[in-house]
Structures are given as structure tokens and as C-alpha cells.
């Protein structure tokens, strides 16, 4: 069975979208008001008031861009979304550091690892020591890895700063974090400690997507869960390119190798590379087939927080995800 929906993002106490249109949004972040571009917004703005008074406004110029930012912004600050939290700061991509509308599929993540339970003691017959929870060996000298949570093992390639690692984290499970960029790394890091998730097994790593999960297919390694947030273009740590059109195939082929015989979850979004939705979809079609389950797809938004009419909803990407109870 395969459902196509809308992911809404609602106004939250640390979080709104106060206005968007004419190519920008206004966002709420704490008690810090940002504006940046967005090419989906072409409609009309509707309070040009809320505008003057925006914290920090993101320009683009012909050579990039930039923030302007007043005196009464911090470097960084805390925001909650989720029970999980974010150090925001405005960074020189126009990004801060959080995907508010990825909150539906963080929830999703933590159902589906809260509601299986316990049961899934993962049997490892090589050695690893950058593994962080802690080993004994079984009757028959096998390394067996005795997990402190539920014992389902996750992959999040493509990390950022760690939204869906952390509510992974927060369900209980063994989340192993890749992203190519060490600074991206390092605030998921400290993304963790803030949400007081440090002491949980996670593995966080810069390395390129592709190439660890070529060497986890050669290690014998499964996961019971798969998360994949590419983008359209990137490099690696070592400057590996990264060009969705050339590689998103193979490495989903790659991560299938990787898959629990009983897999739970995988999970697909997308962004600026101009896809629709039901690409992901045909794609997730295959683990319909293999195990059975069921697959929603569709495209993320943000809800408008308006007090005059209905508010909007404002296009933030695409996802397909696929789990089987």
C-alpha cells in the first residue's frame, strides 16, 4: 500500500514561520527573527510590518551573499524543537544549523523505534573498537555486542547536525552518524550534549557517505534502520564529489546490502535537486517487494502562524519512507 501526504510543521513555543513570499521567509527561532531566501515562496507577503523588525536578514548578491545581522544577536543560541535541542546559528550558506520542517519525520523515527520494543540483540563477528557500546563473547567466542536501549541499529548518512540521529538516540537505539563535513559533525555533537543525549551509543563520523558504506557492506555489517538526506551536490572530507544524479543510485543499491533481514524503517528526504517525490517512491518500491510493509510519500511544509486567515503553507522538500510494523 503506498500513501501519498503532506508532512505539516506547526508553530511551536521555540519555533514559527511568521510570513513568507516575493522569494524570502520570516522565521522565528527563540526570541531571534531571521529572514532568508526561498524560491518556493512566490506568492505576496502579507505583514510588511513583521519585516522591519526582523533580528538578522540574509542577502544574496551576485557573488554569494551574506548575513546582517543586529546588535542584539547572539553568535548562537538554544532553541527546543521536538523535546530534542538545537544550537541555531547563522551560517554563510544561509542555513542555521536546523530543517524545522524535518520535526514530522523525527517523530516518525522515535515511534517506530519506541513502539518495536526490545528483543534485537545484534550478533557482530568482526572487530570494531570505534564501536561505542560495550562487547562480551557468546558461548561460542563470538563477539556479541550487548546493547544498553533496544538494540535496533540505525545509519544516518547525510547528518547535518544530527535532528534525526538524535531522536533515533533518544528512542533507544545505536545510531551511526556520517557526514562529510567535520563542522557539521562537531555541532551534532554538541547538539547531543544539549539534549543531554551524550552518554548515548551513537558513533558520529566525517567521512564520505559512499565510501563507508561500501567498507560497512564488506565488514558484514546490518541496520535495522536507514536514513538518507542527500543533496544535490557536495564533496566529501577529502573532496570526494557527490552529484545526486551520478551516485544516489548505487549508493541506494549499497545501503540495501546493508539491511537487517527484518528491517524497520528507511527513510528518503530531499531538497534543491528538483526531484519529485515519487522518484524516491519507485525506488522505496523495492523494499514493498522484499519485506512486505508500507510507503508514504509526499512533500514537507511549513504552516504559516497567522492571525488573520488560514495560514499557508510554505514547500520545504520531499521525502519517501517506508516501514514495516
Known amino acids: 500500500m503506498i500513501q501519498s501526504k503532506i508532512l505539516i510543521t506547526e508553530k511551536t513555543r ?4 511568521l510570513d513568507s513570499g516575493e ?15 526561498d524560491p518556493q515562496a512566490l506568492w505576496s507577503k502579507r505583514d510588511l510590518d513583521l519585516w522591519k523588525h526582523a533580528n538578522g536578514n540574509f542577502t544574496r548578491e551576485e557573488k554569494g551573499g551574506g548575513w546582517s545581522l543586529d546588535e542584539s544577536t547572539p553568535s548562537r543560541w538554544e532553541v527546543e524543537m521536538g523535546d530534542l535541542k538545537f544550537w541555531v546559528k547563522p551560517t554563510a550558506f544561509k542555513h ?17 523505534i519506541q513502539n518495536t520494543g526490545s528483543g534485537h540483540k545484534v550478533h557482530q563477528n568482526h572487530s570494531d573498537s570505534a564501536l561505542s557500546a560495550s562487547r562480551n563473547r557468546n558461548d561460542s567466542g563470538a563477539l556479541e555486542k550487548i546493547h544498553p536501549g533496544t538494540g535496533i541499529e540505525v545509519l544516518n548518512l547525510f547528518g547535518y547536525t544530527g535532528g534525526a540521529t538524535l531522536s533515533c538516540a533518544k528512542a533507544g537505539a545505536n545510531v551511526v552518524h556520517i557526514d562529510g563535513s567535520k563542522t557539521a559533525v562537531n555541532w551534532a555533537r554538541e547538539n547531543a550534549e544539549l539534549s543531554e543525549l551524550s552518554e548515548n551509543p551513537v558513533r558520529w563520523i566525517a567521512e564520505d557517505a559512499r565510501t563507508f558504506v561500501k567498507r560497512e557492506i564488506k565488514r558484514g555489517r546490518k541496520y535495522h534502520g536507514i536514513i538518507m538526506d542527500p543533496p544535490a551536490f557536495g564533496h566529501g572530507p577529502e573532496n570526494e564529489l557527490w552529484k545526486i544524479e551520478e551516485h544516489f543510485l548505487s549508493l541506494l543499491g549499497d545501503c540495501y546490502e546493508l539491511l537487517d533481514d527484518k528491517p524497520l524503517f528507511f527513510l528518503i528526504n530531499g531538497y534543491s535537486a528538483g526531484y519529485s517525490a515519487l522518484a524516491y517512491d519507485n525506488n522505496l518500491k523495492t523494499l514493498v517487494e522484499k519485506f512486505g510493509g508500507t510507503v508514504e510519500f509526499g512533500e514537507l511544509a511549513i504552516k504559516e502562524s497567522t492571525q488573520k486567515i488560514e495560514g499557508r503553507l510554505l514547500p520545504a522538500g520531499i521525502f519517501a519512507r517506508w516501514s514495516k510494523p
Open 23 to 37: 522569494g524570502e521567509k520570516l522565521e522565528r527561532f527563540g526570541n531571534v527573527t531571521l529572514s532568508r531566501p
Open 14 to 17: 521555540d519555533y514559527e514561520l
Open 96 to 112: 542555521v544549523g536546523i530543517f524545522p520542517e524535518q520535526s514530522p519525520n523525527w517523530k516518525w523515527l522515535l515511534d517506530i
